[in-house]
């Protein structure tokens, strides 16, 4: 399968020219996509609750208003809004507002491929993904550069939905990098499955095992911190740059032959059977019903999985090795 990926020349930036564009909630990707948009000439209103992510908004020269009032006027209504809240919050107040040629647009795909949202079907709706945090999209915006997104047209009511999406993939930098095409199912089932697997899941919980490995060996929990936690950045950061047989032409050929035959028996056939269960109650909808029925019974579970690993051994290890690098400080 070939991928279909846009570039600066694929985009009209002027079709947002003359339009005012509503971002709904200013977080992490909230706050950069008002800021690159406004930067590129937008008319650009927020609309955020008083307090926390408003005040924010407000240095930044905004002046958050409510929801409703944001989106009456807006041409395309970004929604940047946590995934758990997203679908409560656009009931209450976005969907009795928005009206007929208004493109409602998004930055994951969650609460359309599992019907938290119904859009109206006399409008365009959209998704501009890009593929990092909002604060690496804002610092490349401001050096010149772009962040990789992805784009997905779920409904395309006026004809024009992809060209107002590249638009808006042009105004935040992302066509400087390219623009992948995909749909809201692809993004959203991919996205969640590395999250769990790799990215965070996979990854703190191998970082824990193998942490409490060494300790209960008898080795210093800084030791063991170093090991497997501290460097585990250098290793990621030459996989980033380089791709796999790169960071292994970076390594010493100890650490690869231990890679490549030790490996495999860290994350063998009953990983792997549990990655493909974990797909599964990705692709079913069970993850996604299991997380937002349980936010929406107060979240003490997910409350509880936050705080049981503050104070652990893991952490305060951490705190001694980080207190040794001070210009870690505040990250």
Known sequence: MSLTIYHESDADPTLLADSRVAIIGYGNQGRAHALNLRDSGIDVVVGQRPGGSADR????????????????????????LPDESAGDIYDERIGPVIEKGQTLGFVHGFNIRFGF????????????APKGPGTLLRSLYVEGKGLPALIAVHQDESGRARQTALAWASAIGSTRAGVVETTFACETETDL?????????GMTSLVKAAFETLVEAGY???FAYI???????????????RGLTGMRDAISNTAEYGDLTRGPRVIGEAAR?????????IRGGTFAAEWIDGCRSGGKLFRHLHDADVGTPLERAGEAVRSLMPWLSGR
Do not use: N
């Open 117 to 128: 949202i119904t859009p109206r079907p006399d409008q365009d709706v959209v998704m501009i």
């Open 273 to 281: 059977r549990e990655m493909k269960d974990i797909l599964e109650e």
């Open 193 to 201: 499955f590395g999250e769990q697997v790799v990215l965070c899941g």
């Open 57 to 80: 908004a407000e240095a930044d020269g905004f002046a958050p208003m409510p929801v409703e009032e944001a989106v009456s006027p807006a041409d395309l209504v970004i929604l940047t």
């Open 220 to 222: 210093e929990p800084e």
């Open 227 to 241: 090991e497997c936690v501290h460097e585990l950045k250098q290793v990621v950061d030459l996989l980033y740059e």
